[in-house]
Each structure stands twice: as C-alpha cells, then as structure tokens.
C-alpha cells in the first residue's frame, strides 16, 4: 500500500465506483488483498490434495483382502 501511494498511483475501477482515497478505501483494498491470498492458499491446498489422490491411485494402493480369511482378493488384482 505505501509503494502505491509513494509512487503516487491510483486505482480506477471501470465497472464499480471505489473510492480508495481514504481509510475506508486502504481497509477494504487491504480486505481484498486477504480474500486473495485466502484463495490462493486454497487453491494450492486442493492442487496437493489432488496430487496426493491421483499418486495413491495411480500406485495402485487399494486395500487387498487377505488370502484365506474366507474372503476373495480384491477384483483386478492378480499377483503374478
């Protein structure tokens, strides 16, 4: 925000009126910035998330019942 003002810059909106002059207009620029970095965060979360998910399938990491127990190996899997 201080480089803003010290390059004497300004914000104009074509679609809303914002009045950022002020400390309403610093407040809520500095709210945006928060919901912005939110959703970055977010973002990246469900991406490793998403990895994750995609490397386990991709290993193949289904649980396998065991042999013997009176139940069948799960379907698709033959150990050969």
Do not use: C, W, Y
């Not at 002020?22 to 912005?36: C, I, Y």
């Not at 977010?42 to 998403?50: A, F």
């Not at 193949?60 to 698709?76: D, T």
């Amino acid at each position: 925000m201080e480089k803003i003002k010290n390059a004497k810059a300004t914000f104009t909106s074509l679609t809303e009126h914002l009045d950022i002059r002020g400390p309403a207009g610093e407040a809520l620029l500095q709210m945006l910035g928060v919901f912005a970095q939110f959703e970055r965060s977010m973002i990246s979360e469900r991406t490793k998330l998403g990895r994750a998910s995609g490397d386990r399938r991709r290993r193949g990491s289904r649980p396998v019942e065991r042999v013997g127990s009176g139940q069948e190996e799960a379907p698709g899997r033959d150990d050969q």
